[in-house]
């Protein structure tokens, strides 16, 4: 069997591996292993083979897999439930004031206080809604 065989047998039993373990580090070594049988497919000496697997397997370890694993970890900010509230506008449907008041939030009737404790706002303003706290819009 040709020494190109191996090398792809070889990368493909780290591929395999790499599914079992989703480390980003086999998928590296079958890279270098792949390159290695492009070397000896064009005939190159096994020392030169040896050579290139090793230094594509260590550029992949140290170049992609630090960006690679940067992307898969990074997960995007999403609000659910009441979290998602907090920035949107509400319409004040009676005075909101530092203990009271009533604003239409996302479709719904909520009960609302000034955030600062102090502030009032009119009926018919829009205000925007600083934090939830049980079923009170703070608004400001």
Avoid: C, N
């Avoid at 590296?28 to 040896?50: E, F, N, R, T, Y």
């Amino acid at each position: 069997m040709d020494a190109w065989v191996w090398w792809v047998i070889a990368a493909a039993v780290l591929a395999g591996v790499e599914v079992l373990t989703l480390d980003l580090i086999f998928i590296m070594l079958a890279g270098g292993s792949l390159a290695a049988a492009g070397v000896a497919g064009a005939d190159g000496h096994i020392s030169l083979q040896v050579a290139v697997a090793i230094v594509v397997a260590v550029a992949g370890l140290g170049l992609l897999r630090p960006v690679a694993m940067r992307h898969l970890r990074t997960t995007p900010e999403i609000r659910t439930g009441v979290d998602a509230l907090v920035g949107q506008e509400a319409l004040v449907l009676s005075e909101v004031g530092p203990h009271e008041g009533r604003v239409k939030l996302a479709g719904e009737v909520w009960s609302a206080r000034s955030y600062d404790g102090a502030s009032t706002y009119a009926a018919g303003q829009t205000i925007a809604v600083l934090k939830i706290e049980g079923a009170t819009a703070l608004v400001g």
